[in-house]
């Protein structure tokens, strides 16, 4: 069966540091995946997708992410963190075959520290 | 017309009330969903239509009665709904059902039921 694992529940840093938020997908055929964001009290944004190409996407707010075809990883990263960036964050596939499913990871806390 | 929207943005109800949630996006999707999510949890799935007829309920409770009544819009019918159903309801849309196609999410209809 498809699934997303986020491993990280809670992340907490300092402002300036960066941040790598793990993300592996269980699927056998071909995925698109997403990263969201979802700020305290707000609806889910798109931070960056990828479907096919460079593996390595950009999304806004200096946020990217590295497609890992061999690890099923979708790891996001920002060098460098502000508080603003505190929020839940969800990782989620789409197979591109079949049902137009959207599995979604469990998600991530990150809380920032000013 | 990039946006999905949703009326209202808060919405209180009693257990005995019969109240409606709305969905409408112009970007000629052909494919609606809508999801459920708890506060700090990922979306679940509850309903999908694709060219306006229900293609996927994922066992939700008869309280809950989706409506799609044009290519559109999308409503959610609530009756008799329980206190533990208060959470962020969210609507999104795809271009067609068939795999691959990014969803786009509304902005949510915050419900508490009391």
């Known amino acids: 069966a498809q699934s997303v694992s986020q491993h990280n529940h809670h992340v907490i840093l300092s402002e300036a540091a960066s941040l790598e938020l793990g993300c592996n997908y269980s699927?056998?055929?071909?995925?698109?995946l997403f990263w969201y964001v979802q700020y305290p009290g707000q609806h889910l944004q798109l931070l960056l997708k990828?479907?096919?190409?460079?593996?390595l996407v950009k999304g806004i707010k200096g946020f990217e992410a590295e497609f890992i075809k061999s690890k099923f990883s979708f790891n996001l990263r920002k060098p460098s963190v502000q508080w603003s960036d505190t929020a839940e964050y969800f990782c989620?596939?789409?197979?591109?075959?079949?049902?137009?499913?959207?599995?979604f990871g469990t998600g991530t806390r990150l809380t920032v520290i000013p | 017309d990039t946006e999905v929207t949703q009326t209202p943005k808060h919405l209180v109800m009693g257990m005995t009330n019969k109240k409606s949630l709305k969905c409408e996006q112009h970007?000629?999707?052909?494919?609606m969903y809508w999801y459920k999510q708890k506060a700090k949890k990922p979306p679940e799935l509850m309903f999908v239509?694709?060219?306006?007829?229900?293609?996927i309920n994922e066992s939700v409770p008869s309280r809950f009665s989706p409506e799609c009544p044009n290519s559109s819009l999308l409503n959610l019918h609530l009756h008799a709904l329980q206190p533990e159903d208060s959470a962020l309801y969210l609507c999104?849309?795809?271009?067609?059902?068939?795999?691959?196609?990014?969803?786009?999410f509304g902005p949510g209809t915050r419900l508490t039921v009391l």
């Open positions: 999104a849309s795809s271009q067609v059902l068939a795999g691959g196609h990014e969803q786009f």
């Open positions: 699927y056998g055929g071909t995925v698109n």
């Open positions: 990828y479907f096919s190409g460079d593996p």
């Open positions: 989620a596939v789409i197979p591109q075959t079949g049902a137009n499913n959207l599995f």
């Open positions: 970007m000629g999707h052909r494919a």
């Open positions: 239509y694709s060219y306006e007829k229900l293609s």
